[in-house]
Nanobody, 116 residues
Framework: QVQLVESGGGLVQAGGSLRLSCAAS????????MGWYRQTPGKQRQSVATITTGGVTNYTDSVKGRFTISRDNAKNTVYLQMDSLKPEDTAVYYCAVQRIGRDTDWGQGTQVTVSS
């Protein structure tokens, strides 16, 4: 099992920035993909950005050019730098990791609120 501890959420004005961090511990040796998802009330959780062990990234269209995902494999930590934030980015953000042959592990979630 993998334990994920997220930090960095909060309240920011539109146009501002936040940086989310997620540290993984436990059975981390099988992790191949780390990523961030977000969810708003009444909607399904959606992928925001993912990054493989080799550094290949993928972003949802709405955050391209504004968000940057990065990963420190030595620290088993994934980051999400969020710039030019918009009110529609308001959501609970979840860290997730995918291990070989295992179900996705999820963090507890961190609230990001962008005021207009």
């Amino acid at each position: 099992q993998v334990q994920l501890v997220e930090s960095g959420g909060g309240l920011v004005q539109a146009g501002g920035s936040l940086r989310l961090s997620c540290a993984a511990s436990g059975s981390v040796f099988r992790i191949v993909v780390m990523g961030w998802y977000r969810q708003t009330p009444g909607k399904q959780r959606q992928s925001v950005a993912t990054i493989t062990t080799g550094g290949v990234t993928n972003y949802t269209d709405s955050v391209k050019g504004r968000f940057t995902i990065s990963r420190d494999n030595a620290k088993n930590t994934v980051y999400l730098q969020m710039d030019s934030l918009k009110p529609e980015d308001t959501a609970v953000y979840y860290c997730a990791v995918q291990r070989i042959g295992r179900d996705t592990d999820w963090g507890q979630g961190t609230q990001v609120t962008v005021s207009s």
